[in-house]
């Protein structure tokens, strides 16, 4: 249900990023080409009209495509998830004003499609969760890997509170990243209290996270 939920986001995403995107674009062509064609006796007032528009229109278009990315970044196919989550990380510090640090320790070249997008969810949801409740000026988030698996740490300093009032607060959020790691065969861990901050670790087996090795010819 998870993977078909995906393929159902991508598929959202790209028609709002390709058609009703490229619609928006050739509507401003258009409004700069009509400003060209207006009577001259109308010169002094047209510009700041059009020019509105085209300020209008400017905003619908990073509207779409903030949309289209949370329903699913074309980069997390593109470019793999290490480039979706800088993405990620730079768009919720710049609409947030939330201090974000990102390391990334992990060779993400070789893993499942279904493993990427999983673990993309949880940072965002984690991100989410800061937005609403935390009240923090700064987030970290590790990812690393050893031999046996893979690590993922997301810290904020923001109020803080018990585990069990953020788990009823947040439920919902708290609920969906734990199954998304269950479905990993991983562990999640969340650790906090009033006034020190909120605290998540995954932990996911290499088993879940790799491709297959292609058997050699």
């Given amino acids: ?44 007032t047209v510009p700041g009209a059009t020019n509105a528009l085209q300020r209008q229109i400017d905003n619908m278009l990073a509207s779409l495509r903030r949309i289209a990315a949370n329903l699913r970044p074309p980069m997390l ?27 990334l320790a992990v060779d993400d070249s070789a893993m499942t499609p279904f493993a990427s997008a999983t673990i993309y969810r949880i940072v965002q949801e984690s991100l989410t969760n800061v937005a609403r409740h935390a009240q923090a000026s700064e987030v970290t988030i590790d990812m690393s890997n050893d031999v046996h698996g893979w690590s993922l740490n997301i810290e904020d300093n923001g109020r803080g509170a018990l585990v069990e009032e953020a788990s009823a607060r947040g439920s919902l959020g708290l609920l969906g990243m734990r199954e998304r790691v269950r479905q990993l065969g991983g562990t999640l861990t969340i650790d906090s209290a009033p006034g020190t901050g909120f605290r998540i670790a995954a932990r996911i087996p290499l088993s879940a996270i790799r491709l297959a090795a292609t058997p050699p010819d």
């Fill in 1 to 44: 249900m998870q993977a078909a939920r995906e393929d159902e986001q991508r598929r959202i995403a790209r028609e709002l990023h390709d058609d009703l995107g490229q619609q928006l674009t050739a509507l401003k062509m258009g409004v700069a080409a009509l400003e060209q064609q207006i009577m001259p006796g109308a010169v002094q």
């Fill in 77 to 103: 196919d593109d470019l793999g998830l290490g480039a979706a989550l800088e993405w990620l990380a730079d768009d919720f510090a710049q609409r947030f004003h939330v201090k974000v640090t990102l390391r």
